[in-house]
């Protein structure tokens, strides 16, 4: 059973950077990945992925604010949080469909 955990949430002002890790327990260089988030009263929407050849693809809100990425480690996938806005706040979930395995989440509040 693949195991995904999110890290790197928290509080930040309109306008910060956030950070977000995914680790997973095996091996991802060669599998697509991809960051949701879930706003309170919303459903879960995708935010980036990135596919076995490294093309991305951004939710549009996000474009041009978040960067999404593989770690040198080959276990790690990034979600660098630039510009944000109150309305990024919500949970944050890593993601793969290969393995259709979920992380337990990391909080993302964005102040205004």
């Known amino acids: 059973q693949v195991q995904l955990v999110e890290s790197g949430g928290g509080l930040v002002q309109a306008g910060g950077s956030l950070r977000l890790s995914c680790r997973a327990s095996?091996?991802?260089?060669?599998?697509?990945m991809g960051w949701y988030r879930q706003a309170p009263g919303k459903q879960r929407e995708l935010v980036a992925e990135i596919f076995t050849a490294g093309s991305t693809n951004y939710a549009d809100s996000v474009k041009g604010r978040f960067t999404i990425s593989r770690g040198n480690a080959k276990n790690t996938v990034y979600l660098q949080m630039n510009s944000l806005k109150p309305e990024d706040t919500g949970v944050y979930y890593c993601?793969?469909?290969?393995?259709?395995?979920w992380g337990q989440g990391t909080q993302v509040t964005v102040s205004s």
């Open positions: 095996i091996t991802i260089f060669s599998i697509t």
């Open positions: 993601y793969t469909s290969t393995y259709s395995a």
